[in-house]
Structure formats: C-alpha cells, structure tokens
C-alpha cells in the first residue's frame, strides 16, 4: 500500500475514534479535582494560579494536570509564558459554544488533546502560544477545530510534536496563518469538511504537510518543507482547493519542486500537481519569509506613524511663533 494511503488510512481511524470521543461525553469528562473553570459570571473556580483583571485572565504560574473550561464569552486567557502540562490523557483547554476568546502566551504540553474548539464558536483566537507534545497515546490533537467552529484564528503559534497539529473538522471561514507546524506524526494539518484559509505557515517535517478529506479550501504562500507527503487530497471526495493566488502574488513553496524559472519571476514555469483537481499553478521559487512575531507588526506601524505625525505637528506649530519674531 503506498505510504499516503497507509497514513490516509490512519487518519481516517483517528477520525472516527475523535466521533466516537464526541459521541460519548462521560468518556471526555475529567474529574473535577482536575478542572479549572472559568465560570459565565467571570468567577474562576479550581485554582488560585489565575488572576482576573476585568475580562483578562493571567496565569501566574505553571498549572499541572488540570484542564481548563472556559465558559464565558469576550475575554482573554493570557499564559504569560507559564506552562499549561497534562498527564498525557486529560485535554487542555475547552472552548465549547464560545466568541470571542483569545488563549495566548502559554505552553501547552503534554495532553491527550490539546486546545478544543467546539460547538458554535465564533471569532475566538490562538495566538503566540507554544503547542507541543499533545495526542500521542490517544490520537488526539495540538489544536481541533470541529463541528461548526467558524471564523476563528490560529495565528502566530509554534505547533511541534503532536499526533495532528491541527485538525478541522466541518468547520468553515476560519484562518490559520503565519505559524510554525513541524515534526507532527500523523499530519500537520489535518481538514475534514468545511472551506478554510491556509497561509504563510512553516509546514516542516511532519508526517503529512496538509491532508484535505473534503471541502474547499484556500491554501497559499505558505513553506512545505521536507514533510514525508507534502500535501494530500483524499481522491474520493473530489474536493477542489485553491492552491495559489494567482499570479504575480503566487502560490506555495515546495522544497521537492523540481521546475524551472527561466524568465526569472520567482515563480516556477510549470504548475506543482497533487492531483487532476488540485495544483499550484504558481508554485514559489524561494521561501516565505513569515515574522516570527506577527503581532507586533501593527504596532511598529502606529507607532512609527505617531512619530511622523508628531514630528510634522510640531515643525507647523514653529513656524508662525519663528515669523512673529522676525517682526
């Protein structure tokens, strides 16, 4: 059996122990000595290691086998670079028929699954948080973002050494970009339904770079680099993604594209093909260069442009008093 169908068919596996994980609750439910919940009135229950200041919750130290329980809407959970680490079988945070939630600065580690993203969640954000080591022993994953989740981001985070970094399942509109997804055994990112947008990742050593089941998807500029498959569309569900963006702004870099550039565009000469129905007509001669802070970037620009403005403000404001006493 050729290996993307071997690992396909791990996946698939994977796939179904995930819906019969859902199905049945009481497996998934941890005892609630292990559970810290963040309570529809603002109150946090199960800890003392994380302080509220109005709709921001920071931790102030590492919390050890206990899984989080968000259940309020509008609020940021802020790591503050602390550690979030699981016994290998308990999940990590739960974001279940929630908006706009942000989980940032925290290393999430060692947890059968880590961030769950569930139900009616819209507008919820992942970002600049460090991911590893989730989902070995029970095929779980770094981030799983699944039945109706929308809308969400997953930006900015470094996803290393999951079974799946990150896993979508029919789910649609939400945004993975400018993260590093390396070294994960089953696949780095893993869709199964939904139509989502994949760009300006590191996509490196993983088992699979993308596998796509089914949906629509929009995957460019983004590295794929050394993984055992680079990308993978499950030939039954006839699914059609968008693998470039046209040209001149171009699609992916592929490390094993063996193309021309002869006109010297940057751009290979001839499409990269996965199958009859997905190519990268544009396929990227060299790299992406993806910040490795991405967020800091608008606020350079405010504050560049503040200067400016501040500058020209003050030469106007000169002028006048300079002519007054020149007569």
């Known amino acids: 059996m050729p290996i993307v169908e071997k690992r396909r068919a791990v996946l698939i596996l994977m796939l179904i122990l995930c819906s019969v994980l859902v199905a049945l609750p009481n497996i998934l439910t941890v005892r609630a000595s292990e559970t810290i919940y963040i309570r529809a009135d603002g109150t946090v229950e199960g800890t003392d290691k994380i302080q509220r200041d109005g709709n921001v919750y920071t931790f102030t130290d590492n919390i050890v086998n206990q899984s989080i329980v968000v259940e309020k809407d509008n609020i940021v959970v802020d790591g503050a670079g602390y550690t979030l680490e699981g016994d290998g079988t308990i999940e990590s945070i739960w974001l279940e028929n929630r908006c706009n939630v942000t989980i940032k600065n925290m290393q999430i580690t060692h947890f059968g699954a880590g961030i769950k993203i569930m139900g009616t969640c819209k507008n919820n954000t992942i970002i600049g948080n460090n991911i590893t080591d989730n989902g070995h022993e029970t095929y779980g994953n770094g981030i799983w973002v699944s039945f109706g989740a929308s809308n969400n981001t997953i930006s900015g985070n470094n996803i290393t050494n999951n079974y799946v970094g990150i896993f979508v399942y029919m789910g649609g509109g939400n945004l993975i970009s400018e993260n590093y997804i390396t070294s994960?055994?089953?696949?780095?990112?893993?869709?199964?339904?939904?139509?989502?947008?994949?760009?300006?990742?590191?996509?490196?050593?993983?088992?699979?770079g993308v596998s796509v089941d089914i949906g629509?998807?929009?995957?460019?500029?983004?590295?794929?680099?050394?993984?055992?498959?680079?990308?993978?569309?499950?030939?039954?569900?006839?699914?059609?993604?968008?693998?470039?963006?046209?040209y001149p702004s171009g699609g992916n870099y592929w490390n094993n594209y063996n193309g021309t550039d002869n006109d010297g565009d940057g751009i290979g000469d001839t499409p990269y093909i996965l199958n009859e129905n997905n190519q990268d007509n544009h396929p990227l001669m060299e790299p992406t260069i993806i910040p490795e802070f991405p967020s800091w970037t608008p606020l350079l620009v405010m504050l560049f442009s503040f200067t400016v403005i501040a500058v020209i403000y003050r030469r106007t404001l000169h002028k006048p008093n300079h002519r007054r006493r020149m007569k």
Not at 186 to 203: H, K, Q, T
Not at 222 to 243: G, H
């Open 184 to 208: 994960n055994w089953g696949a780095g990112v893993w869709i199964a339904g939904g139509s989502n947008r994949i760009m300006r990742n590191d996509i490196i050593n993983n088992g699979v």
């Open 216 to 246: 629509e998807n929009i995957i460019y500029h983004n590295n794929f680099v050394n993984n055992t498959v680079q990308a993978a569309v499950n030939e039954a569900s006839s699914a059609v993604n968008i693998w470039d963006d046209g």
